[in-house]
């Protein structure tokens, strides 16, 4: 990326900022409706400009993400070999519900008002080409905690590590440079979570909450940590990482309280198996006590194909 002018769409390892929208739309049936979505994608970097260069310091970035059901209608291209819709897990106490969703931007950045410009020209542009499904605005809260009380985002990959784990390569090459992402947006019960000690907490999340320390595994059989449930190992014991960007939301006015949760990933696997073990538990029946006091109230998978593909749009 240029030093100069620092903007550049799709970049999916942009840096942690101090705020972030959450926008899904569904496609509507209006008789241009994917003429104008595809044109909108296509051109996304022009009116991230019109925003960025107001301010080159508040790392602005907008990522897009297209969701299975209108991806041939959109792009025109080969679907990502993994990408379908977000399958619900029933486990036996919580359930991952499956929402609908055609399109995410994930808007962020170290101002509020610029986050907010883009989603208002973004959606004069796009106009009655879609609805808007959902819309979360999220915050950082001290040094990156949850609401929850906890540092979330700890294990996340960095340097080269977050391209290998992100984005498409080799395996998929009409998609390479692309990455799946997963969305879902929690809410927390906080009188429950308040009712339990801070030792009850850190078992639950695998770290201490203060000093962030990780805390070791629990012997194989018992109740895992949300922390082990998510360390994902394939069948040659290779560990796949995923990169999360959650922000909390809410409003202590009206009681909601919550974790916005994005993981990005270049195999959709990897987050659906942490979600199954979450939900389902390891071994079965040993749920991720998180969700006791987290309820996801949607659960939406998408591709963000690479900046190159999304301006060739156009012209498909
Ligand atoms: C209620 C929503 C959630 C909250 C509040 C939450 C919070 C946290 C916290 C505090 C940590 C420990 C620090 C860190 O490494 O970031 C963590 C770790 C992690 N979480 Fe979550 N999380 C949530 C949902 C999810 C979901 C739905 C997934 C996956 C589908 C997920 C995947 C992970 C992973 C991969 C780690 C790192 C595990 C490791 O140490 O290797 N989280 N989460």
Redesign the pocket.
Known sequence: MSGRVPIESQRVDAPLTSSATFLVLSVTESPDAVKTVRSALANIDGLAKNVAIRDLGASFACTVGIGSDVWDRVTGLPKPSELHPFPPIEGAKHTAVSTPGDLLFHIRSERRDLNFEFEKQLLDLLGDSVKVVDETVGFRYFDVR?L?G???????PVGPAVPASILVAEEDTAAAGGSYI?V?K?V?DMKGWKTLKAEQQEAI???TKLD?V?LDDAPTGQQAS??TL??IEDENGVEH??L?D?MPFGSPGSGEFG?Y?I?YSRRLWV?EK??HR?YIGEPPGLHDR?LDY?KPLTGTTFFAPSASILASLDSN
């Open positions: 949850d929850l906890f540092v979330d985002g700890t294990a996340n997963v879902q929690y927390h999340i695998g770290r962030n990780e949300h922390k998510n360390t990482d995923i999360r959650n974790t949760f993981g987050i942490m979600l979450m998180i987290s």
